[in-house]
């Protein structure tokens, strides 16, 4: 920490708890209440029960919670293929060449991404490519959603390599399929998993262009808890969000080992 006085950093701290419990914790604390309960007494839920758990993590919502895994895996690969291929390429162009290709990648987070699913659902209604109504629509919307992520973060970590490796790789008479294989993906990979984790959180927590193009038999956990809590059934809505907080940490955590043992090869 920059600052060395104990006051001071105290201070800080206090600032820090007073700013972050009621922005960030609180709400999901409220959440993690209403989970367990049946009615709300004065601001708080009440009625304890695992009830809503149950309703949580069978049927209708246990398919839902399976159908956004698929989503987000499906999406994640299919992003990191994209974004890493694009900054590798893109490490080998010129300022100005970048700065387009930067751009192009970053147009679907600059907008807002009820409009990436209608643009998605109005290019791929007709033939040769009818995707609506097919699953294949929700995980395509959310790869132009992720894939964005994707690039800037392996294009980062690329800009910040030794070149050292791939000189001497070279320089011992490597081909540069031998060195892309060999040396630069595996430098690469703790920036790899990290951009893996990041664009799976974000599938997983996608509504809005998935509320577009949705079909019925491939219902994400997000358009379920939406569904649950409009018709008012806000505790059983609350359950299964924090199943599906609960399923992405627990796949975040699992990235996050294979990120740092990747860090120490």
């Not at 030794?162 to 060999?182: I, K």
Request: with cysteine; glycine share 6%; charged share 10%.
């Amino acid at each position: 920490m920059l600052v060395h006085s104990r006051g001071a950093r105290r201070a800080l701290w206090a600032v820090f708890l007073a700013l972050f419990l009621p922005l960030f914790a609180l709400p999901l604390l409220v959440v993690l209440g209403a989970s367990f309960a049946t009615h709300w007494s004065s601001v708080l839920p009440s009625g304890p029960t695992l009830a809503n758990y149950r309703s949580a993590t069978r049927g209708e919502a246990l398919q839902a919670l399976v159908t956004s895994l698929l989503t987000a895996t499906g999406a994640s690969l299919l992003a990191l293929a994209v974004g890493t291929w694009a900054a590798l390429a893109g490490a080998a162009l010129k300022k100005r060449g970048k700065r387009v290709l930067d751009a192009l990648f970053v147009l679907p987070v600059a907008v807002p991404s009820v409009v990436v699913g209608l643009s998605v659902l109005v290019a791929f209604s007709q033939p040769p490519l009818l995707l609506n109504g097919t699953r294949w629509i929700v995980i395509l919307a959310h790869t132009v959603l992720v894939t964005a992520f994707a690039h800037q973060s392996v294009s980062a970590a690329i800009s910040r390599l030794d070149p050292a490796y791939e000189q001497a790789a070279a320089a011992l008479g490597a081909r540069p399929s031998y060195v892309l294989w060999r040396v630069r993906l595996p430098l690469l990979l703790p920036s790899l998993t990290a951009a893996a984790g990041l664009c799976f959180a974000l599938s997983m927590g996608e509504l809005s262009a998935t509320m577009m193009l949705y079909p019925p038999d491939w219902t994400p956990l997000p358009v379920l808890i939406y569904a649950a809590t409009d018709r008012g059934a806000l505790f059983t809505g609350s359950a299964v969000a924090v199943v599906l907080m609960a399923a992405t940490l627990l796949v975040l955590f699992a990235v996050s080992r294979v990120r740092t043992r990747a860090s120490y090869r």
